[in-house]
């Protein structure tokens, strides 16, 4: 029943590191979403993905690397962990707006907790 | 430039009570929609409510409702009868023209219910 679905929740991990963390939504959604939370929870986005075609890209290191196999995933992939990566990272999803109507919400995972020691 | 302002960092309410939570936005867009979301101490982000820019009138969702005044840009937040499990950390968001849908949240408010 989940709607957005991301793994694992609580990622706990080394400096220098390799990591991933997979986003599934069942929701039909055409548009999915990569945020992070900092320390203070200011949340900011991250990568947007539509029908697995890249349109947002924040200024992001590029060791990060998001990827959509299909509409229903988006995962990210990030190289060479740093201290500063550690964050709450929130994936979400929404169908895209269309004309002036902006009121497709997006629905949000429940977070992944990565932790860098 | 921060397009989303909440200007409480921490509010408290009594149960029973309703409190306004503020949220002011800019831009120059005339096509604009603005959400409010809620993330309890367990972390999951839940979408509560949206007042889109041509709406003609104020969004209800059960107890919330959106108090939006376009001429001064804001978009509050009002909870009427406060209930312990509305204490969490509230953020306001604007989607705007031409962002590819792209949230831009506020710094977030917290609300404490107390007996």
């Known amino acids: 029943d989940t709607a957005v679905s991301q793994t694992p929740k609580y990622l706990v991990t080394q400096m220098g590191n390799d990591k991933s963390i997979k986003c599934e939504q069942n929701l039909g959604h055409d548009t999915m979403y990569w945020y992070k939370q900092d320390s203070k929870k200011f949340l900011k986005i991250m990568f947007s993905?539509?029908?697995?075609?890249?349109?947002i890209n924040e200024t992001v290191p590029n060791r990060f690397s998001p990827k959509s196999p299909d509409k229903a995933h988006l995962n990210l992939h990030i190289n060479s962990l740093e201290l500063g990566d550690s964050a709450v990272y929130f994936c979400a999803s929404s169908q895209t707006p269309t004309g002036d109507s902006y009121n497709q919400p997006q629905h949000f995972g429940d977070g992944t907790r990565l932790s860098i020691l | 430039a921060q397009k989303i302002t909440q200007t409480q960092p921490g509010m408290f309410v009594q149960e029973k009570e309703a409190v306004t939570l503020d949220c002011t936005y800019d831009t120059s867009d005339p096509s604009y929609g603005l959400f409010w979301y809620k993330q309890p101490s367990s972390g999951e982000m839940i979408f509560l409510i949206y007042?889109?820019?041509?709406?003609?009138q104020n969004a209800t969702e059960g107890r919330y409702s959106l108090n939006f005044q376009k001429a001064r840009k804001s978009a509050n937040l009002v909870i009427s009868a406060s209930q312990l499990g509305d204490s969490a950390m509230y953020f306001c968001?604007?989607?705007?023209?031409?962002?590819?849908?792209?949230?831009?949240f506020g710094t977030g408010t917290r609300l404490q219910v107390t007996l």
């Open positions: 968001a604007i989607i705007r023209a031409g962002t590819a849908s792209k949230l831009t």
């Open positions: 007042q889109g820019s041509y709406d003609q």
């Open positions: 993905y539509n029908n697995k075609e890249l349109i």
